[in-house]
């Protein structure tokens, strides 16, 4: 038995002040509605009308029950409604998981842009170099740098980045420039505790072929920005992702190394757990990252510059 629906065709029987009448608004056949009526009661295991020949009416079991149902059917209409205008419009939190420098640097701005056109979103933000299971910890979207993860998320690119070996003016005044990765070993270089393999830095050359060359050097940290500031200040060469030392190359206080080689590129994927009743929130917010970002590989750009970049290539 369908409560639910027995409860809308005993109200609409007591609103209507018969069976006959609430069948003709509900679409079923009298004998439907006194039927389920009837099974309603049997479940309550309580008479809720006193029927007559001429006329039905509450017993005070019905009365109560009745003043619920309304109640409760109400409340459903509502629930349903506020349901419906979410599905259409972003509104709500969203609960969010990112690199902290990727957050810090790019997704910062995107979601203030964004609550600028939607004032009822609101963002919860988890900085983590971890992989997350978004599923397990709650989370409805996540911004992830290379591999997506479990086979049961869906993925949308964002765009790309490549690791770009550079060091300060200064390192490169004293210490001079590598002209090819094997020269590194002759270097101070930096490594990211999370790479793996840890100390060996990959680069394909102009003829295809991989470069592999283990580094070593003076500073070993899990935080690509500290790396990035210790290089700052001349103490040694790193080898990190353009979405880090994009703005420090675009401004020269970095210069990029080993030209002719390049690292292979890292995908940037917007990753949530399902397609199936997905949220206006989710689908709003990711449709605009990847509009924003619209398959970005050049981090060192300039906004105006990828700005100005990406209206040519529209209006070609």
């Not at 550079?166 to 990211?192: E, I």
Request: aromatic share 6%.
């Amino acid at each position: 038995m369908d409560r639910f629906a027995s409860m809308q065709v005993f109200v609409q029987v007591v609103e209507q002040g018969s069976f006959a009448r609430a069948a003709s608004r509900l679409g079923l056949s009298t004998s439907a509605c006194s039927r389920q009526v009837a099974e309603l009661e049997a479940h309550l295991g309580s008479r809720l009308l006193n029927r007559t020949t001429r006329r039905l009416s509450l017993t005070e079991t019905g009365q109560a029950f009745f003043e619920r149902s309304v109640q409760l059917l109400s409340d459903l209409d509502d629930a349903e409604q506020m349901a419906a205008q979410s599905a259409q419009s972003p509104r709500g939190t969203l609960r969010m998981t990112c690199s902290s420098t990727f957050g810090i640097r790019h997704l910062a701005p995107a979601m203030a842009d964004f609550q600028a056109a939607h004032p009822d979103m609101r963002f919860d933000l988890s900085l983590s170099e971890r992989i997350v299971d978004l599923v397990e910890e709650g989370f409805d979207l996540g911004v992830r740098i290379g591999q997506v993860g479990s086979q049961n998320l869906v993925a949308r690119k964002l765009g790309e980045t490549r690791l770009v070996a550079c060091a300060s003016p200064d390192y490169l005044l004293r210490r001079g420039a590598p002209a090819t990765p094997a020269d590194l070993a002759d270097h101070n270089c930096f490594v990211y505790a999370h790479a793996s393999p840890p100390g060996t830095w990959r680069f394909i050359g102009r003829d295809g072929r991989e470069h592999s060359v283990r580094v070593r050097g003076n500073l070993v940290c899990n935080s690509g920005d500290l790396l990035m500031a210790a290089a700052l200040q001349g103490a040694g060469i790193v080898y990190e992702p353009s979405v880090i030392v994009g703005p420090a190359l675009r401004e020269g206080r970095l210069v990029r190394l080993l030209a002719g080689y390049e690292s292979p590129p890292s995908d940037i994927w917007a990753v949530y757990p399902t397609r199936r009743h997905l949220s206006a929130k989710v689908r709003s917010f990711v449709d605009f990252l990847v509009a924003r970002f619209n398959g970005r590989t050049d981090w060192a750009a300039a906004p105006a510059e990828l700005n100005r970049a990406q209206g040519k290539m529209a209006s070609a």
